[in-house]
């Protein structure tokens, strides 16, 4: 069974630019969640899905964060336009039931120069 | 509310003696609670869980945890340490069924293994 992907690895741009990052839930999984750790600190929670509605997105740092899951299956999380604060981990997991373990993806790194 | 305390935010032990990662919680309501574990360049991982079952529990990789209400603790312990555990450990609170609070992570401990 393949576990939770995440697209890119890595991403690196300009204050100002838009950047999307993916997410590939593990097939079957109607919960999908976003976290987030900005450098040195926790990880925090960013906004949960389920199917394709928001449950909760109470975590989201403000406008510029816009999160989608079209079809209730993979998931998108665009910062536009980003910041310097918003470089950090992003983290995406899910699972099936919302009382049930999170799978999580490796993350991908957010750098804004 | 919740909050989770990881009290050390590194850890070093030789390799082949006990590991002792410390959490503290806090919960207004009856917590889950869970040790992650997230080696480099992977996601993070699934050590053990507990939600109101057995207090002693048993994880994978010769881990285990102990929820101690009285004390507010669950910390993770490992009887001998092995060169591949060197990772960051990630203590979470839930109280899930409370559809209102969050998971709340730890700050992290880096686990450093000496040879």
């Known amino acids: 069974e393949a576990g939770v992907t995440q697209f890119p690895s890595h991403s690196v741009i300009e204050k100002g630019q838009t950047v999307t990052l993916r997410c590939d839930p593990i097939s079957g999984h109607d919960n999908l969640y976003w976290y987030r750790r900005v450098m040195g600190k926790e990880i925090k929670f960013l906004l949960h899905?389920?199917?394709?509605?928001?449950?909760?997105e109470s975590g989201m740092p403000n406008n510029r964060f816009l999160a989608e899951r079209t079809g209730g299956t993979y998931s998108t999380l665009k910062v536009q336009p980003a910041e310097l604060e918003d470089s950090g981990v992003y983290f995406c997991?899910?699972?099936?039931?919302?009382?049930?373990?999170?799978?999580f993806g490796p993350g991908t790194r957010l750098t804004v120069t | 509310a919740q909050s989770v305390t990881q009290l050390d935010s590194h850890v070093s032990v030789s390799e082949g003696t006990p590991v002792l990662l410390r959490c503290n919680y806090s919960?207004?309501?009856?917590?889950?609670l869970f040790w992650y574990v997230q080696h480099p360049n992977k996601g993070l991982q699934l050590l053990l869980k507990y939600t109101s079952a057995a207090t002693l529990v048993k994880g994978i990789n010769g881990f285990e945890a102990e929820f101690k209400k009285s004390e507010t603790s669950f910390h993770l312990t490992k009887p001998s340490a092995h060169m591949s555990d060197a990772a960051e450990y990630f203590c979470v609170v839930s109280a899930l069924m409370n559809r209102d609070d969050k998971i709340i992570f730890g700050k992290g401990t880096r686990l450093h293994i000496l040879p």
């Open positions: 997991a899910s699972s099936p039931t919302e009382v049930y373990e999170q799978y």
């Open positions: 899905f389920v199917k394709e509605s928001k449950q909760d």
């Open positions: 919960s207004s309501y009856s917590p889950s």
